[in-house]
Protein backbone atom coordinates (compact mmCIF):
# COMPACT_ATOMS: atom_id res chain seq x y z
CA UNK A 1 0.00 0.00 0.00
CA UNK A 2 1.81 2.82 -0.59
CA UNK A 3 2.19 6.13 1.58
CA UNK A 4 -0.79 8.26 -0.27
CA UNK A 5 -3.04 5.56 -0.49
CA UNK A 6 -2.83 4.83 3.62
CA UNK A 7 -3.17 8.24 4.33
CA UNK A 8 -6.15 8.57 2.52
CA UNK A 9 -7.70 5.03 3.87
CA UNK A 10 -6.90 6.15 7.27
CA UNK A 11 -8.68 9.94 6.19
CA UNK A 12 -11.81 8.45 4.70
CA UNK A 13 -15.16 8.22 6.01
CA UNK A 14 -16.71 4.97 7.07
CA UNK A 15 -16.65 2.35 10.00
CA UNK A 16 -13.64 0.57 9.80
CA UNK A 17 -10.62 1.30 11.65
CA UNK A 18 -7.36 1.50 10.57
CA UNK A 19 -5.44 -1.41 12.21
CA UNK A 20 -8.68 -3.49 10.99
CA UNK A 21 -8.62 -1.90 7.47
CA UNK A 22 -4.47 -2.92 7.55
CA UNK A 23 -5.15 -6.55 8.61
CA UNK A 24 -7.64 -6.84 5.70
CA UNK A 25 -4.98 -5.56 3.35
CA UNK A 26 -2.70 -8.23 4.73
CA UNK A 27 -5.44 -11.02 4.18
CA UNK A 28 -5.64 -9.98 0.72
CA UNK A 29 -1.88 -9.93 -0.04
CA UNK A 30 -2.12 -13.52 1.20
CA UNK A 31 -4.98 -14.64 -1.26
CA UNK A 32 -4.70 -17.44 -3.67
CA UNK A 33 -2.83 -16.44 -7.28
CA UNK A 34 -4.66 -15.02 -10.09
CA UNK A 35 -8.57 -14.36 -9.74
CA UNK A 36 -10.86 -11.49 -8.49
CA UNK A 37 -11.62 -10.02 -4.93
CA UNK A 38 -15.07 -9.44 -3.84
CA UNK A 39 -16.61 -7.29 -0.80
CA UNK A 40 -20.18 -6.82 0.01
CA UNK A 41 -21.11 -3.35 1.54
CA UNK A 42 -18.75 -0.81 -0.04
CA UNK A 43 -20.42 2.25 1.52
CA UNK A 44 -18.11 5.30 1.39
CA UNK A 45 -14.90 2.98 0.02
CA UNK A 46 -12.93 3.38 3.08
CA UNK A 47 -12.53 -0.97 2.99
CA UNK A 48 -12.31 -0.73 -0.36
CA UNK A 49 -8.95 1.36 -0.74
CA UNK A 50 -7.38 -1.45 1.21
CA UNK A 51 -8.64 -3.81 -0.41
CA UNK A 52 -8.69 -2.50 -4.09
CA UNK A 53 -4.98 -1.85 -3.09
CA UNK A 54 -4.14 -4.95 -2.75
CA UNK A 55 -5.65 -5.74 -5.64
CA UNK A 56 -3.31 -3.34 -7.95
CA UNK A 57 -0.69 -5.18 -5.70
CA UNK A 58 -1.82 -8.57 -7.00
CA UNK A 59 -2.68 -7.78 -10.56
CA UNK A 60 -6.64 -8.32 -9.73
CA UNK A 61 -9.78 -6.74 -9.65
CA UNK A 62 -11.81 -5.69 -6.86
CA UNK A 63 -15.54 -6.50 -7.60
CA UNK A 64 -17.36 -3.49 -4.48
CA UNK A 65 -21.00 -4.44 -4.18
CA UNK A 66 -23.11 -2.50 -2.90
CA UNK A 67 -26.61 -1.02 -3.66
CA UNK A 68 -25.17 2.41 -1.94
CA UNK A 69 -28.65 2.90 -0.68
CA UNK A 70 -27.77 2.24 3.03
CA UNK A 71 -28.11 -0.64 5.50
CA UNK A 72 -31.16 -0.79 7.44
CA UNK A 73 -29.19 0.91 10.31
CA UNK A 74 -27.81 3.89 7.90
CA UNK A 75 -31.74 4.97 7.72
CA UNK A 76 -33.35 8.19 9.32
CA UNK A 77 -33.86 7.35 13.05
CA UNK A 78 -31.17 4.58 13.11
CA UNK A 79 -27.45 4.59 15.40
CA UNK A 80 -25.57 4.79 11.83
CA UNK A 81 -27.33 7.58 9.49
CA UNK A 82 -25.26 10.08 8.34
CA UNK A 83 -27.75 13.16 7.26
CA UNK A 84 -25.48 14.77 4.66
CA UNK A 85 -25.32 11.15 2.71
CA UNK A 86 -29.38 11.89 1.72
CA UNK A 87 -29.80 12.96 -2.30
CA UNK A 88 -32.26 15.26 -1.99
CA UNK A 89 -33.89 14.40 -5.35
CA UNK A 90 -34.48 10.63 -4.42
CA UNK A 91 -35.13 11.41 -0.74
CA UNK A 92 -32.58 8.30 -0.02
CA UNK A 93 -29.05 7.57 1.26
CA UNK A 94 -26.81 7.33 -2.06
CA UNK A 95 -23.29 6.59 -1.20
CA UNK A 96 -22.24 5.95 -4.74
CA UNK A 97 -20.44 9.61 -5.31
CA UNK A 98 -18.45 9.49 -2.27
CA UNK A 99 -17.05 6.16 -3.47
CA UNK A 100 -16.18 7.07 -6.66
CA UNK A 101 -14.23 9.88 -5.14
CA UNK A 102 -12.16 7.68 -2.71
CA UNK A 103 -11.57 5.54 -5.52
CA UNK A 104 -10.13 7.94 -7.75
CA UNK A 105 -8.34 9.84 -5.01
CA UNK A 106 -6.38 6.83 -4.37
CA UNK A 107 -5.40 6.06 -8.04
CA UNK A 108 -7.65 2.63 -8.07
CA UNK A 109 -10.48 3.07 -10.50
CA UNK A 110 -8.85 0.67 -13.02
CA UNK A 111 -8.58 -1.94 -10.24
CA UNK A 112 -12.23 -1.73 -8.31
CA UNK A 113 -14.99 -2.19 -10.42
CA UNK A 114 -18.61 -1.05 -8.50
CA UNK A 115 -21.45 -2.86 -9.45
CA UNK A 116 -24.15 -1.25 -8.21
CA UNK A 117 -27.19 -3.51 -6.90
CA UNK A 118 -28.66 -6.28 -4.29
CA UNK A 119 -25.94 -8.62 -3.09
CA UNK A 120 -27.65 -11.73 -3.32
CA UNK A 121 -29.18 -11.24 -6.57
CA UNK A 122 -26.13 -10.78 -7.66
CA UNK A 123 -24.68 -13.34 -6.17
CA UNK A 124 -26.95 -15.68 -7.67
CA UNK A 125 -25.84 -14.60 -11.48
CA UNK A 126 -21.89 -14.40 -10.66
CA UNK A 127 -20.01 -16.47 -12.41
CA UNK A 128 -15.88 -15.74 -11.58
CA UNK A 129 -14.67 -17.53 -9.06
CA UNK A 130 -13.11 -15.02 -5.81
CA UNK A 131 -9.95 -15.26 -4.11
CA UNK A 132 -11.50 -13.45 -1.01
CA UNK A 133 -14.29 -12.84 0.15
CA UNK A 134 -15.49 -9.48 2.36
CA UNK A 135 -18.74 -9.48 3.83
CA UNK A 136 -19.97 -6.34 5.61
CA UNK A 137 -22.97 -5.44 4.09
CA UNK A 138 -26.34 -5.19 6.06
CA UNK A 139 -25.95 -6.47 9.59
CA UNK A 140 -29.61 -7.66 10.48
CA UNK A 141 -30.64 -11.26 10.71
CA UNK A 142 -31.76 -11.83 7.29
CA UNK A 143 -29.25 -9.85 5.39
CA UNK A 144 -25.69 -11.41 7.14
CA UNK A 145 -27.18 -14.98 6.54
CA UNK A 146 -28.40 -14.43 3.28
CA UNK A 147 -24.64 -13.00 2.06
CA UNK A 148 -22.96 -15.71 3.50
CA UNK A 149 -25.49 -18.18 1.78
CA UNK A 150 -24.83 -16.94 -1.47
CA UNK A 151 -21.58 -15.49 -1.61
CA UNK A 152 -19.64 -18.46 -0.01
CA UNK A 153 -20.14 -20.90 -2.57
CA UNK A 154 -18.42 -18.57 -5.01
CA UNK A 155 -15.07 -18.89 -3.27
CA UNK A 156 -12.05 -20.87 -4.27
CA UNK A 157 -10.30 -23.34 -2.43
CA UNK A 158 -8.26 -21.52 0.09
CA UNK A 159 -9.72 -18.57 -0.90
CA UNK A 160 -10.13 -16.37 2.29
CA UNK A 161 -13.18 -15.03 3.95
CA UNK A 162 -13.02 -12.12 6.05
CA UNK A 163 -15.84 -10.73 7.99
CA UNK A 164 -16.21 -7.41 9.52
CA UNK A 165 -18.61 -6.94 12.72
CA UNK A 166 -17.83 -9.82 14.48
CA UNK A 167 -18.73 -9.39 18.21
CA UNK A 168 -18.66 -12.60 20.54
CA UNK A 169 -20.52 -10.43 22.99
CA UNK A 170 -23.72 -8.75 22.47
CA UNK A 171 -23.29 -5.72 24.48
CA UNK A 172 -20.33 -4.86 21.74
CA UNK A 173 -22.67 -5.29 18.80
CA UNK A 174 -25.71 -6.71 16.58
CA UNK A 175 -25.40 -10.47 16.53
CA UNK A 176 -25.64 -11.54 12.80
CA UNK A 177 -21.95 -11.05 11.97
CA UNK A 178 -20.96 -13.22 14.36
CA UNK A 179 -23.76 -15.72 13.60
CA UNK A 180 -22.04 -16.00 10.15
CA UNK A 181 -18.59 -16.62 11.42
CA UNK A 182 -19.52 -19.22 13.39
CA UNK A 183 -21.14 -20.81 10.85
CA UNK A 184 -17.93 -20.63 8.87
CA UNK A 185 -15.93 -22.52 11.30
CA UNK A 186 -18.67 -24.66 12.78
CA UNK A 187 -19.08 -25.97 8.72
CA UNK A 188 -15.28 -27.32 9.25
CA UNK A 189 -14.50 -26.03 5.99
CA UNK A 190 -12.87 -22.78 7.70
CA UNK A 191 -9.76 -22.15 9.66
CA UNK A 192 -9.48 -18.78 11.41
CA UNK A 193 -5.84 -16.77 10.39
CA UNK A 194 -6.66 -13.52 11.98
CA UNK A 195 -8.14 -11.75 14.05
CA UNK A 196 -7.89 -7.80 14.66
CA UNK A 197 -10.77 -5.98 16.31
CA UNK A 198 -14.35 -7.22 14.71
CA UNK A 199 -12.57 -8.16 12.05
CA UNK A 200 -12.43 -12.35 11.36
CA UNK A 201 -10.08 -13.87 8.48
CA UNK A 202 -10.60 -17.80 7.72
CA UNK A 203 -9.11 -19.45 4.98
CA UNK A 204 -11.43 -22.13 3.53
CA UNK A 205 -9.79 -25.60 4.21
CA UNK A 206 -11.80 -28.17 2.20
CA UNK A 207 -10.77 -30.08 -0.30
N1 LIG B 1 -17.20 -1.85 4.20
C1 LIG B 1 -17.56 -0.46 4.43
C2 LIG B 1 -18.82 -0.29 5.25
C3 LIG B 1 -20.04 -0.97 4.67
S1 LIG B 1 -21.53 -0.44 5.46
C4 LIG B 1 -16.40 0.22 5.15
O1 LIG B 1 -15.71 -0.43 5.92
O2 LIG B 1 -16.20 1.40 4.98
C5 LIG B 1 -22.68 -1.58 4.78
C6 LIG B 1 -23.05 -1.31 3.33
O3 LIG B 1 -23.80 -2.45 2.89
C7 LIG B 1 -23.93 -0.09 3.06
O4 LIG B 1 -23.26 0.82 2.23
C8 LIG B 1 -25.19 -0.66 2.39
O5 LIG B 1 -25.69 0.12 1.32
C9 LIG B 1 -24.72 -2.02 1.89
N2 LIG B 1 -25.78 -3.01 1.76
C10 LIG B 1 -26.65 -3.42 2.72
N3 LIG B 1 -27.47 -4.36 2.23
C11 LIG B 1 -27.13 -4.56 0.93
C12 LIG B 1 -27.62 -5.41 -0.12
N4 LIG B 1 -28.63 -6.24 0.08
N5 LIG B 1 -27.05 -5.32 -1.32
C13 LIG B 1 -26.03 -4.46 -1.54
N6 LIG B 1 -25.50 -3.66 -0.59
C14 LIG B 1 -26.05 -3.70 0.63
MG1 LIG C 1 -18.41 -2.93 9.08
Redesign the pocket.
Known amino acids: MSPQQRKLAEAAR ?3 PSDEGLALYEAAMQAPEGVSFL ?9 SLYLGSAAQQRGVLLFA ?7 EE ?1 QPGWQWHEPDLVDPKAGRLD ?1 LPHFRRTIYEAGLEPYVVAVV ?4 TLAAVWGTPLALLFI ?3 HGSA ?1 AHADFDSWTPHLMRNGVLAI ?1 DVFANPEDGGRPPYEIYCRAVESGKFKETAAVGSLRVLRKSDL
Open positions: GFMEVGSYCGKSVDHHRGSNTGDSPDGGPH
